[in-house]
C-alpha cells in the first residue's frame, strides 16, 4: 500500500501550473486535486477534505482567491491554505496572512521550495493535532518503557519484533487490567518508527469506555459540518490524525456492536469516511486494539462480532500477570525506585530489604504492574528512610489477606522463633516431590508462578 503524506487541493486559472504542481506533489506522495474555475470551488474543496489548498489570488474577476480564503475560513475548513500570485507586492502578502494564509508564493515558483514548504506544512499539522488532542483528553505520555527479562516476555519482546518487521496493521493486545498492554503498544509504535527510519510519528490513545456514547463515533471517524447539531466544523477523527504513526483502541471489548462493524470496514479496508462526508480518506495508522476480556468468550455469547474477532486475533499477544512474571517483579520495582526517587528528589532512598522483596515476590498483584507502580510512588513519597521494608509495603498491599501462601493456610510462629528462609526452602522441597518434581505443577500447588518457582529453586540450590 503506497503511504499518503497527506492532500492538496489546487485551484489556479493556468491549467498548466496546476498540472505542474500537481504532478510535482504527487511525486512526493501526496495525494491531488485541482480546479481551474471559480465554479462549486468552495463546496468541492470543502467536500474533498484537503490538509493544504494551494490557491490563486488572480483567479476570477466573479471571485477572487481571497473571496475563496474567506469563505473557506468562514466555514472553519479544517485546511491550511497557501496562496499563489503573480503579484509581488507586500500589500497582497500582508492581506493573505490576515485572512488566514499560512504561505504566500509568487509566480514563477521553486517547485523544490513549493515541496519543501509542503513537507513543512504537512508536518506541522500532524503536530498540532497530536498535541491539541492530548491535551483535550489529558492522555499523558508513557513515562516508563517495556521492562522485563522473564520468559515470557522475552518471547513476548520477539514476537513484538517480528510484528514490526511484517509490519502489521492491525495487533491484539489482551492481558489483565494494568498488566502493561499500552506500554506495550507504545514499544511497537517506537520500534516501527525506527525500522522504517521515520522521525517520532504520532502515537493516540482512545479509551473506548471512557468516552461519552454520543462522542466516540466522532472521535473515532470525524464529522463534517453538520453532521448533527453541534457539528459547527469540520474536525478529523483519531485515524486521520494518527497519520502514520499508530493509534490504540483501549477497552475494544466495550464497543457498541454498531461501531464494531464500522471498525471491521476500517480495518479490512484501510479508509475511513467522516460523519456526514462523502469522501473515503485513506488509514496510513498501525491500529492496536486492547482488552481485558475474553474475545472469544464474547463473540460465542454473541457480545462482541465474530467477525471482528477473527480478524484481530489473526495478530494477538497475551501480556501475562505480573504474578507469573517471577524476576520481573523486583526488576520492575528496582526500575521504579529510581525513576521515583529521582522525580520526587528522594536521592536516599538506597533499596528494599530481603524481608520487602519476599514479600513482593509472594504477593498475588491482583492490579498487576500498575499496582507495582502506584505502591512504589506511594512508598517514596510518604515515607523518610534508606530501605523500604516489609513493613513499609505491607499496609500497601490491597490483596495480601486473601492471596499468596496466606490464604489457604496459617503457620504457627513457634515460641524460639525459626529460620524464614529454611522453611520456604522445605515447602519448595516438599512441593517437587509431592508432584514428582513436575516444576509447573509444584509451582500450582504452593501457589506461585513458575518464573516464581525457578527463581526460588535457584536461590535454595534446589536445581
Known sequence: ???????????????????????????????????????????????????????????????????????????????????????????????????????????????????????????????????????????????????????????????????????????LITGESGSGKEVLARHIHCRRQKAEGAGQGPFFAVNCTALPEHLIESELFGHVKGAFTDARSDKKGVFELAGDGTLL?????????????????????????????????PVEATVIVTTNKDLKAAAEQG??????????????????????????ILLLAHHFLLYFSSKYL??????????????????????????????????VVLEEMETITREHLLPNLAGWADSGPLASARIILPEEGLFLEELEKDLIRQALERTGANQTKAAKLLGISYDTLRYQMKKFELV
Open 1 to 171: 500500500m503506497i503511504k499518503i503524506r497527506g492532500r492538496i487541493f489546487a485551484v489556479d486559472d493556468d491549467e498548466l501550473i496546476v498540472t505542474m504542481l500537481a504532478r510535482a506533489l504527487k511525486s512526493e506522495g501526496y495525494e491531488v486535486n485541482f480546479q481551474t474555475t471559480p465554479q462549486d470551488v468552495v463546496a468541492n474543496i470543502i467536500a474533498w477534505q484537503p490538509d493544504i489548498v494551494f490557491l490563486d489570488v488572480d483567479l476570477a474577476e466573479e471571485m477572487t482567491g481571497f473571496d475563496i480564503l474567506t469563505a473557506l475560513k468562514k466555514e472553519g475548513l479544517d485546511a491550511e491554505v497557501v496562496m499563489l500570485t503573480a503579484d509581488d507586492s507586500a500589500e497582497s502578502a500582508i492581506r493573505a496572512m490576515k485572512l488566514g494564509a499560512v504561505e504566500y508564493f509568487t509566480k514563477p515558483f521553486n517547485l523544490d521550495e513549493i515541496k519543501i514548504i509542503t513537507g513543512n506544512i504537512i508536518e506541522n499539522i500532524r503536530r498540532k493535532a497530536e498535541i491539541d488532542y492530548h491535551r483535550k483528553s489529558a492522555c499523558p505520555y508513557f513515562e516508563h518503557g517495556l521492562v522485563g527479562e522473564s520468559p515470557s516476555m522475552m518471547e513476548i519482546l520477539k514476537k513484538a519484533e517480528k510484528l514490526v518487521q511484517a509490519r502489521a496493521e492491525t495487533i
Open 303 to 328: 457480545d462482541f462480532r465474530k467477525d471482528l474477532f477473527f480478524r484481530l486475533s489473526t495478530f494477538a499477544t497475551e501480556l501475562p500477570p505480573l504474578r507469573e512474571r517471577g524476576d520481573d
Open 346 to 379: 528522594k536521592k536516599g532512598i538506597k533499596g528494599f530489604s530481603p524481608e520487602a522483596e519476599k514479600a513482593m515476590l509472594f504477593y498475588g498483584w491482583p492490579g498487576n504492574v500498575r499496582e507495582l507502580r502506584n505502591i512504589i510512588e506511594r512508598c
Open 249 to 281: 483502541l483501549d477497552e475494544i471489548g466495550d464497543m457498541r456492536l454498531d461501531l464494531q462493524a464500522k471498525l471491521l470496514r476500517v480495518i479490512e479496508e484501510r479508509t475511513v469516511r467522516r460523519l456526514g462526508g462523502s469522501v473515503d480518506l
